[in-house]
């Protein structure tokens, strides 16, 4: 198996991915491996640490035991069990160097007054708070290497923090502060070699859309009828690749729709 200068690149590194059960998540990890399949530790975290198994079986079962792969049980909701994740890890694991910000969710497409408060509790407990949290877990990790820091923070955006729309008005606001926390926090690390990088993805097909309809698969389905949606290992492909950069290159900004999109709203092509 031959590998790349990225490959090269990301050998002997720790990459930590959240929401790594399903969708854009579950492409990333295996990716990463797939790119540098000689020496790699992936560590793997969703809800779901059944799924999380068995996609390390199916990784390992695919490019071999070079990379290491750790599923971990975790809620980026819950402050708790982010606050003890590190520490929680076994040593080898420790050491991280890129981390994956991708746990995200949106629920309903309720317009204000009838936006339910569990539902805008959980969408900023996880796309923001979580988020912020999972940040300033690894952050001492990397800011006690030598000659002022090092690794990697790759937050998963979407264009719907730079264009809200009608009924995502919640999720919106929640990308939208993950995106001035981005830029801030990049700002905040100039001076250091931590690099700080975001993936604005458009249309995905993922499971993001049963979730959005409270399970409904045909309303999710519906979002999708008559164009084609990016898919998972599209976004998957660029965060490896930001990652995979020199250290000294920071892509600081990625936004990445489908040829038929032009913004948030989507234009359906005909059907022939």
Do not use: W
């Not at 590998?3 to 090269?8: D, E, F, P, R, S």
């Not at 076994?90 to 009838?114: C, M, Q, S, T, Y």
Request: hydrophobic share 40%; glycine share 10%.
């Amino acid at each position: 198996m031959s590998t790349t200068a990225m490959g090269k690149r990301l050998e002997g590194k720790t990459v930590v991915v959240t929401g790594a059960s399903s969708g854009i998540g579950r492409s990333t990890a295996f990716e990463f491996a797939r790119t540098s399949p000689k020496n790699l530790k992936l560590v793997l975290t969703a809800r779901r640490k059944d799924v999380l198994e068995q996609i390390a079986k199916d990784i390992n079962a695919e490019v071999g035991d070079g990379v290491k792969v750790l599923p971990v049980q975790l809620d980026v909701s819950k402050p708790d069990e982010v606050r003890g994740f590190v520490a929680g890890l076994p040593e080898e694991f420790r050491e991280i160097d890129v981390l994956v910000n991708n746990a995200g969710l949106v629920k309903g497409v309720a317009r204000a007054p009838e936006i339910a408060e569990q539902d805008m509790q959980i969408m900023f407990d996880t796309n923001v708070t979580g988020l912020i949290n999972m940040t300033q877990a690894v952050l001492p990790t990397y800011l006690k290497r030598a000659d002022g820091g090092r690794g990697d923070i790759i937050n998963v955006g979407s264009i719907a923090g730079r264009e809200p729309y009608v009924g995502g008005s919640i999720y919106c606001a929640t990308k939208a502060a993950v995106r001035s926390f981005n830029e801030s926090l990049r700002k905040e690390l100039v001076h250091t070699r931590v690099r700080v990088m975001e993936i604005d993805p458009g249309q995905v097909e993922t499971e993001f859309s049963v979730v959005r309809f409270y399970g409904d698969k045909a309303k999710a389905d519906a979002v999708y009828a008559g164009c084609e949606p990016l898919t998972p290992d599209d976004i998957a492909e660029v965060i490896v690749f930001v990652a995979g950069r020199r250290e000294n290159v920071v892509v600081a900004d990625t936004m990445i729709l489908p040829s038929h999109q032009g913004g948030c709203t989507v234009v359906h092509k005909k059907s022939s």
